[in-house]
């Protein structure tokens, strides 16, 4: 893999890396490969929801990746004590070196001092010059105030980074005047001014404003806060897990967090109950102000990072008793790489190439015509346990259905027209974890429609029939794909993973992730489908599917990393 901007997306704050050089590297020996599969073919079995290729904590709950020496750090914000969010959190701790297969080391950070004695929770890592990593977090202390603090590795010649020591100074940011001990969190990663001040955002709620709260140090312990946050708006509640940072204009490589010139825009991101929302814009390093090219609206129309699944707490809340059962709540999604779209509106998101290494047991269909009401298995594959890469021709566009995109929310367009009522383009697509006669499945699936402007495609993750159990979520997403269909194919890339699904349209442009839990759909019993409901009929141009081969997450010891190319 190139330079690339990669980020860790998952149910909690993610972090960036910026400028990696990927290699390849050996993996396991072949015994050492056989005992494990063996392992994690009893796990799946007992626990059929359990991801193969998505990481997971080994039980109880999860909450960012750096990459340092060759080697990709996840810290993860984890219960130990439980598959519920509650006191004691701490900064788990695990290594790979390939993105994909990862394994565990001692936590990182654990409540221990007056600054942190109820819980270590979300924060980030920074790369220092000479190469020196640390970590910013916020601790929760002993009166339940939200306060940041700072940490640095024992040795930082160890590549494995596997002891942290917090700074005796700490705390180095207490809740300012204004803003509630409990709105006063989860500190991004750090930039540098051209100055060489760094400089830090941290979310907040004040005033009636969600906002990012900007600091900045010259010596990464003494943090002023600035006169006013890098940005704030009262269209939203409290903003967790804030993030900024630049994507190159004309460039599809990853650019240094510190780089701010005309030819680069910034992102600002936030969690806001219950979703990850972004902005695109510009920064004025003169005014330390990110002045956005179209304000958050509060409105379905507001950019999301993923118009699915995406927010830990709502899964919690939904499902604790289904968590404390099964002993384990959270995960990450795959790592993304990404950048800034073409029309510089919004970003791109692609599941980073290491992942292809798992692929196997390759199937391919091409130039198959699906009618009205066609539903055809793709077979050949783990349909439990797959990655999917299809493209649909759509040969009478000017036939499509009007719509007016104006009055309309595209998440509840594709509840009221869920995948059983007939349009004329579409509905199209695909069904997964589905059961051989269909009682189970999720529906993936796309209309299209004739706008004032052109052509609208709407993407759909519907999740009504995809388990017989009772008490889950199975909320429908939905969301625009930014393409005209007259000059590209509609596409679609699916990732299964037993009970997560992660579909990326559009090459990129519209990602939705859906946490999935059917009750017979399971292990082997899981089909895969492509259909249409559609008056019209479509093509499948391509459809490339391959078995995923299960990855090697949380592994005791570490992984050997044996460079082979």
Known sequence: MDKSLILFVGFSCFLLINGVEGKNYGYLTETDNTRFQSFQDLVQEEQPYRTAYHFQPPKNWLNGPM??????????????????????????????????????????????EPFDAISCWSGSATILPRDKPVILYTGVDANRNQVQNLATPKNPSDPLLIEWVKYSGNPLMTPPNGVDGDNFRDPATAWQGS??????????????????????SEDFVNWTMHRDPLYSTSKTDMWECPDFFPVSINSTNGVDTSVANPSVKHVMKASIYPRDYYIMGTYDTELEKFLPDTDLTGTSSD???????????????????????????????????IWLGR???????????????????????????????????????????????????LPELEEAEFMDTNLVDPQLICDKQDSSVTGKYGPFGLLALATKDLTERTAIFFRVFRGDKGYVVLMCSEQKRSSLRNNIDKTTYGAFVDIDPRQEM??????????????????GRTSITARVYPKLAINDEAHLFAFNNGTLSVTISSLHGWSMNKARVNSGGSLENTESG
């Not at 100055?195 to 900045?216: E, F, H, P, R």
């Not at 509609?490 to 090459?507: A, C, P, Q, W, Y």
């Open 195 to 216: 100055d060489g001040t760094w400089k830090v955002v941290i979310g907040s709620y004040s005033n009636n404003q969600g906002m990012a709260i900007l600091y900045q």
């Open 67 to 112: 990459y340092y020496k060759g080697v990709y750090h996840l810290f993860y914000q984890h219960n130990p004590h439980s598959a519920l969010f509650g006191d004691g959190m701490v900064w788990a701790h695990s290594a790979s070196y390939d993105l994909i297969n990862w394994f565990s080391l001692d936590h990182a950070l654990t409540p221990s």
């Open 303 to 337: 950019l999301r990072i993923d118009y699915g699944k995406f927010y830990a707490s709502e899964d919690i809340l939904r499902h604790s008793e289904d968590a404390i059962q099964k002993g384990w709540s959270g995960l990450q999604v795959i790592p993304r790489q």
């Open 490 to 507: 509609v596409s679609l890339r699916t990732l299964i993973d037993h009970s997560i699904i992660e579909n990326f349209g559009g090459k």
């Open 343 to 393: 029309t510089g509106k919004q970003l791109v998101q692609w599941p980073v190439e290491e992942l292809n290494i798992l692929r196997d047991n390759q199937v391919n269909v091409n130039g198959k015509q699906l009618e009205s009401g066609s539903v055809f298995e793709v077979s050949g594959i783990t349909a439990s346990q797959a990655d999917i890469e299809i493209m649909f021709e």
